[in-house]
């Protein structure tokens, strides 16, 4: 099977940094598309940003300019270096990837368990 485990949530305050890691393990043939998520208490989980294979980046609105999304394909590993942090960034983030577990299956979306993220104000 496949796990995807986040690692860097903390508490930060308002305009500090902070770097979520996830690593995904498993029986991996190939990982399509990586992204974090994050939900807010009493929220909906929402996109924060997304990155292709070939590296290609999405971002939600509110963390452009802010956040960067990178990832090391070697690793199987995905980054999120947060600057700026506003308590409104406040929210458990979530690690999303679509794996392929064999050349001849379609990938499947995993998530990981997720990181808290508290920005002080």
């Known amino acids: 099977q496949v796990q995807l485990v986040e690692s860097g949530g903390g508490v930060v305050q308002a305009g500090g940094s902070l770097r979520l890691s996830c690593a995904a393990s498993g029986s991996i043939n190939r990982i399509n598309a990586m992204g974090w998520y994050r939900q807010a208490p009493g929220k909906q989980r929402d996109l924060v940003a997304t990155i292709t294979r070939g590296g290609t980046t999405n971002y939600e609105d509110s963390v452009k300019g802010r956040f960067t999304i990178s990832r090391d394909n070697a690793k199987n590993m995905v980054y999120l270096q947060m600057n700026s942090l506003k308590p409104e960034d406040t929210a458990e983030y979530y690690c999303?990837?679509?794996?392929?577990?064999?050349?001849?299956?379609?990938?499947?979306?995993?998530w990981g368990k997720g990181t808290l993220v508290t920005v002080s104000s």
């Open positions: 999303n990837a679509n794996i392929r577990g064999s050349p001849w299956t379609a990938g499947i979306d995993y």
